[in-house]
Nanobody, 121 residues
Framework: VQLQASGGGLVKTGGSLRLSCAPS????????MAWFRQVPGKERDFLAG????????YYADSVKGRFTISRSSAENTMDLQMSSLQSDDSAVYYC???????????????WGQGTLVTVSS
């Protein structure tokens, strides 16, 4: 299984961006899908996650109220809608899949290739 992440780019401070993630294989109801981001020299940080079966969502405090994670079971895709972006949101963003709920990146076995988001004034 591969995850294909897309939608990154350059956006102005205060702007919005939507990332998408498309698994190449089927996503099962037991899976937990999430978005992480990473800046050079730091570990990947959990941003948002979603239980594939129920659609229940989870957010890091740093993005709560600004980012929205969603999924389409029919299309087998996951999105991250980001708004009110600030310069410290600049990072490489990854989608990932785990066998159950986790906010720790090492628990995720399947990763997308990463998509760069740059927020600049």
């Amino acid at each position: 299984v591969q995850l294909q992440a897309s939608g990154g780019g350059l956006v102005k401070t205060g702007g919005s961006l939507r990332l998408s993630c498309a698994p190449s294989g089927r996503t099962f109801s037991s899976h937990f899908m999430a978005w992480f981001r990473q800046v050079p020299g730091k570990e990947r940080d959990f941003l948002a996650g979603i239980r594939w079966g129920t659609g229940r969502t989870y957010y890091a405090d740093s993005v709560k109220g600004r980012f929205t994670i969603s999924r389409s079971s029919a299309e087998n895709t996951m999105d991250l809608q980001m708004s009110s972006l600030q310069s410290d949101d600049s990072a490489v963003y990854y989608c990932a899949r785990a066998d159950g709920y986790s906010t720790y990146w090492r628990d995720y076995l399947v990763w997308g290739q990463g998509t760069l988001v740059t927020v600049s004034s």
